[in-house]
Every structure is written in C-alpha cells, then in structure tokens.
C-alpha cells in the first residue's frame, strides 16, 4: 500500500530545500550496484518513504551518435548494436530501415520474413532477460538463473546463422547476409517448443508465487493517461492499458503479412509489467512459427545489388560456401536527404533519425532509445512507495542502462 506523500517540484532549489527538511535523508544507490548496473539512483527518504527520486545517468555513455557520424554507413551497424546488447536484432534493424530509405532499396520478401524471424528471437531473448533480471532485483537467484539458461537455445540459433552471439549484425541494406542454414526451421521449433514446457515452470515457481504477487501488484502503479504523457513506450506501456506497437500502429519488414496480438493489461503495475512480458514471449513464438510456414523462396538481397557497389568489390565465400557481403558495401554513397525509422524492440519503440550530405558517412545520426524514454518511471512512479519498492519498480520496468545513455 502506498502512501500519500506531498512532493516538490524537481528543481535543485527544491531539492535544497528538501535536503534542509527534518527527518529527510539522501540516499545514493550505485552508481555500481548488483541491482541498478551501472547507474546511480538518488533517492530522499523520510523514514522508510520515498519522497524524490533522480535517475543520475550517463555512467556507461557510448557516444553511438557521433562515432556513427565518423564511419562508413555500413559500418555503423555494429555500433548501434552495442546500447541493446540483449536485443540487438531489432537495433540493427531499424537503423538499416532508416538508410534502406535513404538509397530507396526495397529488401525481397524472403528477406523480410528473414528478418522477422531473426528479430522475434531477439525479441525473445530480451524478455527473458527482462524476466532474470526481475527475478534478482527481487531476490530470486532461481529465477534468474533459469532465464538467462533459457537463452541459450535462442542465442545458439542466431550464432549458427551469423557466426556471433551477441552482435549479429545480419541485417544490411536491401537484404540480410546469409539464407537460413538447412535444417534451421526444425532447429528453431524444438526451441521453441523447449520453452513453451519452461513457462509453466516459471507460472508455478516464479509468475504464480504469492510472495511475487503480494510486492507486486499494485506497487509501482502508472495510469494509461500518465504514461502516454510521459513518453512511455513499449511492454510498460502496454502493461498500463494502451495498445500501442508500431509493429501493428506502423508495420515495417513482414509484420502486416502476419496474425497476432497486442497483450495490455490495465492495472499498470509491477506485477503487470512482468506478466506483459509473458504474454508476448507467447506472441513472438507465434509470429516465428507463422513466418516459417509461410517463408517465401527468392533471393535475400535487393535484385540490383551488384550494381549499387563499387566495381573492386569481389565475393567473399566462408567456409560453408555462403557469400559474405561486408566487404561489397563499403561504398555505399545515399543521395542527400533525410530519413526516419521506427521499430518495436523488446524494450519498447527504437527511433532512428539519418541525414545524408551525399558523402559515404551519415552527416547526422540521432537514436532515441525505450530505455530512455521509460526514465520518467523514476521521478514519477517511486515516490510514495517504501525504501524496498525501489528494486520491485526497477526491475519490472526492464530498465537498461548502457541503452539509456547510448
């Protein structure tokens, strides 16, 4: 139950004269913390009751923007992959979509289902590390061990596709860089079929668990007209009753060929924020099976490739016979001009911004991650709650520090 407690604004006069205040004392978390990661929470506490919170970021900041503007634009993929390295799919994705618009390529369908695919496991993968990292932030070694072994399934399936297990960077203009490995369909069913039989071990031991329930629910509560105020986006978003994906609001690659759900609930707490999660574990299985089944033959890179690329470029075969396309993009030259791009990470929406002068870099490169846009969950949502509702809200809102500070 939370208490209702009169705040102030959240200036550093404010905060001054909070500081000054009887009975109120400043506590730092972090900024190197088993819980937080790399990040410092500043939180005023009278008793046990949390008056102000401030998100202090920016201790794992990678600079994305600037380097990206400094290399060739194909070589910008690996760097937009690194703030969400749990979820590095959907990040390459959509800043491929972005200079795809930028040189008017239009990627073939076996592509586009392609990359579906590839980023409804990452979508996966980033869940259930959502989920481990819940479970520790709530005291759960079980859980969080559990999770994070049930990734492996996944991750050994983009590393047999791409080589990597953790930067794929797969997807590339006008395509993705390696046709599925023989055999790779019935590969990916007998994951998925693994976790399906792991969640009702989750439900019983983790989702279920009364203790889980009783921190929880109604902890952490934020209203479907607050969050959309807020800029909140993607599960927490969803958890607090508005159905918002730009996979379904602004289809991008394949995801208009295919059925499925958006999951809300309406209660916009911590204990819906995880069961989110859950459900659209179970949306992203279906979505891989239906893009499979339906997988359309052709080519997986843009019909006129060839004839975009330098004339020294030459194929590079690896040890399967598969081409490798790194070394043939490295002139790419966009037109100037401008381009916008969204997609649904497993965070939430990922939104790119490229401009072109015409050279081989991006002149101009912004990226607004879910991670920084669900900060205000921090100044707004904790205070009134205890002292130990702050790991409970943490981690239910998936929070990621090296994506916030990009």
């Known amino acids: 139950m939370t208490q209702e407690i009169k705040t102030v604004p959240f200036t550093y006069e404010a905060l001054s004269q909070l500081e000054m205040k009887e009975g109120i004392l400043e506590l730092q978390i972090g900024p190197a913390h088993a819980g937080s990661g790399h990040m410092r929470i500043l939180a005023w506490v009278e008793g046990d009751t949390v008056v102000k919170v401030d998100p202090d970021v920016g201790f794992v900041h990678r600079g994305v923007e600037k380097l990206s503007e400094d290399r060739l634009y194909i070589k910008a993929i690996p760097m937009v992959e690194r703030p969400s390295l749990v979820d590095t799919v959907n990040a390459n994705l959509g800043y491929v979509i972005a200079l795809e618009r930028l040189l008017g ?152 060929d295919f059925d499925f759900e958006v999951p809300t609930f309406k209660e916009g707490d911590s204990y819906s924020r995880l069961l989110i999660r859950v459900e659209e574990i179970k949306q992203s299985m279906s979505i891989i099976r239906q893009a499979l089944k339906r997988l359309p033959e052709g080519k997986v890179i843009y019909e006129d490739y060839y004839k975009r690329m330098s004339p020294l470029m030459k194929e590079i075969y690896d040890k399967t016979g598969r081409v490798k396309f790194t070394l043939m993009l490295t002139s790419l030259s966009p037109p100037k001009g401008e381009a916008i791009s969204r997609v649904e990470g497993g965070r939430g929406e990922m939104f790119y911004y490229l401009v072109s002068d015409g050279g081989k870099n991006p002149y101009r490169f912004r990226l607004v991650t879910p991670s920084f846009r669900n900060l205000p969950y921090f100044t707004h949502v904790m205070p009134g709650h205890k002292l130990a509702d702050i790991p409970v809200i943490y981690g239910s809102i998936d929070y990621f520090p090296p994506e916030a500070d990009r």
């Open 105 to 256: 390529l239009e990627p073939p369908p076996r592509a586009q289902y392609i990359r579906v695919i590839t980023a409804e496991i990452s979508r996966i993968m980033s869940h259930l590390y959502g989920i481990a990292i819940y479970g520790i932030f709530m005291g759960s070694s079980t859980v969080f061990m559990w999770a994070v072994a049930d990734r492996e399934p996944f991750i050994d399936l983009l590393q047999e596709l791409t080589g990597a297990r953790i930067t794929y960077s797969h997807i590339i203009p006008g395509g993705v860089r390696w046709d599925l490995p023989k055999g790779f369909a019935d590969k990916v069913e007998v994951a998925l079929r693994y976790l399906e039989n792991r969640m009702k071990d989750y439900e019983k031991v983790w989702i279920n668990n009364p203790v889980v329930v009783a921190r929880s629910a109604g902890v952490g509560k934020l209203g479907a007209e607050d969050a959309i105020r807020l800029g909140v986006v993607g599960p927490n978003l969803r958890a607090s009753g508005v159905k918002y994906d730009v996979r379904k609001n602004d289809p991008y690659a394949a995801y208009a």
